[in-house]
């Protein structure tokens, strides 16, 4: 763990929490949540940490974005290159052979996005909500007796979503587990610094394992994006809910709300790499064609910050902007109501929780929760609560990743 980070990150809350009261269950969701950053990518976090007060800041050819208005400038106004290397154009184009909506660009881009955004719409809610619901009522009664690690239940619930996005009649689970595979072994692109060796040829077979179970290849990064969103945010935003307190909140009124603010918390997809096409001036600072932007979607949202999202804007900002937004955030945002919908009657807290140190955005290996409270199955008598059992932990730091899931 990086001391650096921690001392970097939490002068910025201190000074935060100096003119924000913040309520001390919110302060431990945010300790929790803090840890997938520091036991993931620790030097990542520090120089972030380090650099946020500044709207913009250059380390060489790298221009780092934390600025909410930079942020949308360079999604809406910087003319990008789209299949550069380490940008996700970039690691699409590895995935597959090309022709998708992340390495494409003007016309085709602007087609392809306007039909992904029709199969995305609130049908596709519908659509998908039932198969969601099946799975949750199959695995949640458990709870009522035993604990429930949350990490299989999003990669079951991604892997769903992710099947009926693409047409697959393959097991939502084995296409779950080669999509998180292939976005781990192409994340090294990424982030600054040197691959390692190998990481071409491990990417390349992670993507072909994954383009087999898919009727068409091209659509292997929706399978990704679809799974290692899900499968970062679902837990990290259960584990904040149960840490703050918010379960009275999950219910059919406040679920959507919740789970909007939760993603803005939490924000499952910290940075968005980009390359810049052209000159450009953002806030300020020169941008020259060719030099790498990392768009801090984290910082850009608020999520750091303990004061209220300030508006629609922040809570967007974890999914893009303008023609770069992301088109699954709606869905993303209905499957997390859905989740804490079901989970709310537990009232459950976290037991148990392990950094995922592979995968491809900061998550949880391992997330254990246990109920407090055991759902009425049927009239008006309530049930009181159960005992919760020994004091939730933080398992070692051994790295890793959970282990295979298979359909059986």
Same mark, same amino acid.
């Given at each position: 763990?990086?001391?650096?980070?921690?001392?970097?990150?939490?002068?910025?809350?201190?000074?935060?929490?100096?003119?924000?009261?913040?309520?001390?269950?919110?302060?431990?969701?945010?300790?929790?949540?803090?840890?997938?950053?520091?036991?993931?990518?620790? /030097?990542?976090?520090?120089?972030?940490?380090?650099?946020?007060?500044? #709207?913009?800041?250059?380390?060489?050819?790298?221009?780092?974005?934390?600025?909410?208005?930079?942020?949308?400038?360079?999604?809406?106004?910087?003319?990008?290159?789209?299949?550069?290397?380490?940008?996700?154009?970039?690691?699409?184009?590895?995935?597959?052979?090309?022709?998708?909506?992340?390495?494409?660009?003007?016309?085709?881009?602007?087609?392809?996005?306007?039909?992904?955004?029709?199969?995305?719409?609130?049908?596709? +809610?519908?659509? &998908?909500?039932?198969? %969601?619901?099946?799975? &949750?009522?199959? =695995?949640? $009664?458990?709870?009522?007796?035993?604990?429930?690690?949350?990490?299989?239940?999003?990669?079951?619930?991604?892997?769903?979503?992710?099947?009926? /996005?693409?047409?697959?009649?393959?097991?939502?689970?084995?296409?779950?587990?080669?999509?998180?595979?292939?976005?781990?072994?192409?994340?090294?692109?990424? !982030?600054?610094?040197?691959?390692? #060796?190998?990481?071409?040829?491990?990417?390349?077979? =992670?993507?072909?394992?994954?383009? +087999?179970?898919?009727?068409?290849?091209?659509?292997?990064?929706?399978? +990704?994006?679809?799974?290692?969103?899900?499968?970062?945010?679902?837990?990290?935003?259960?584990? %904040?809910?149960?840490?703050?307190?918010?379960?009275?909140?999950?219910?059919?009124?406040?679920?959507?709300?919740?789970?909007?603010? !939760? /993603?803005?918390?939490?924000?499952?997809? #910290?940075?968005?790499?980009?390359?810049?096409?052209?000159?450009?001036?953002?806030?300020?600072?020169?941008?020259?064609?060719?030099?790498?932007?990392?768009?801090?979607?984290?910082?850009?949202?608020?999520?750091?910050?303990?004061? $209220?999202? $300030?508006?629609?804007?922040?809570?967007?900002?974890?999914?893009?902007?303008?023609?770069?937004?992301?088109?699954?955030?709606?869905?993303? =945002?209905?499957?997390?109501?859905?989740?804490?919908?079901? &989970?709310?009657?537990?009232?459950?807290?976290?037991?148990?929780?392990?950094?995922?140190?592979?995968?491809?955005?900061?998550?949880?290996?391992?997330?254990?929760?246990?109920?407090?409270?055991?759902?009425?199955?049927?009239?008006?008598?309530?049930?009181? #609560?159960?005992?919760?059992?020994?004091?939730?932990?933080?398992?070692?730091?051994?790295?890793?990743?959970?282990?295979?899931?298979?359909?059986?």
């Amino acid at each position: 763990m990086s001391g650096n980070a921690r001392v970097a990150d939490r002068a910025t809350d201190s000074a935060a929490d100096r003119t924000t009261p913040v309520p001390a269950a919110h302060r431990a969701a945010r300790r929790r949540d803090r840890r997938v950053y520091l036991r993931s990518h620790p /030097l990542l976090f520090a120089l972030l940490a380090a650099t946020r007060r500044l #709207p913009v800041a250059r380390l060489g050819r790298t221009v780092l974005v934390h600025d909410a208005g930079a942020y949308r400038t360079a999604l809406t106004r910087i003319p990008l290159d789209r299949t550069a290397p380490g940008t996700t154009g970039g690691a699409a184009a590895e995935l597959t052979s090309g022709g998708l909506l992340f390495d494409q660009d003007g016309a085709e881009h602007r087609s392809a996005r306007r039909a992904l955004a029709v199969e995305l719409d609130a049908s596709a +809610v519908d659509r &998908l909500r039932p198969s %969601w619901q099946a799975v &949750l009522a199959e =695995r949640l $009664p458990e709870l009522a007796d035993k604990d429930l690690e949350l990490v299989s239940l999003a990669r079951e619930l991604a892997g769903v979503t992710a099947a009926a /996005l693409t047409g697959t009649a393959a097991c939502p689970r084995a296409l779950a587990g080669a999509a998180a595979e292939a976005a781990a072994a192409a994340a090294r692109d990424h !982030l600054p610094g040197p691959r390692p #060796p190998g990481a071409a040829r491990t990417a390349a077979a =992670r993507a072909a394992e994954l383009a +087999v179970l898919l009727p068409d290849p091209r659509d292997a990064m929706v399978a +990704v994006a679809a799974v290692n969103t899900s499968v970062a945010a679902l837990p990290r935003a259960a584990a %904040w809910c149960a840490d703050a307190g918010l379960w009275s909140s999950a219910d059919a009124a406040g679920a959507p709300a919740l789970a909007a603010e !939760l /993603l803005r918390l939490t924000a499952p997809s #910290p940075l968005l790499p980009r390359v810049a096409a052209a000159d450009a001036v953002l806030a300020g600072r020169r941008v020259r064609a060719g030099d790498r932007l990392v768009l801090v979607a984290r910082h850009a949202a608020g999520a750091h910050r303990p004061a $209220p999202a $300030p508006g629609p804007a922040a809570t967007q900002a974890v999914f893009g902007a303008g023609p770069h937004a992301c088109p699954g955030a709606g869905v993303a =945002r209905a499957l997390l109501a859905e989740l804490l919908l079901a &989970l709310a009657p537990y009232r459950p807290v976290v037991v148990r929780a392990r950094v995922d140190r592979r995968a491809a955005l900061p998550g949880w290996a391992e997330l254990t929760l246990r109920a407090t409270r055991t759902p009425a199955p049927a009239g008006p008598c309530p049930t009181g #609560p159960r005992p919760t059992g020994p004091r939730s932990t933080e398992a070692g730091t051994g790295a890793g990743s959970t282990e295979e899931t298979r359909c059986g």
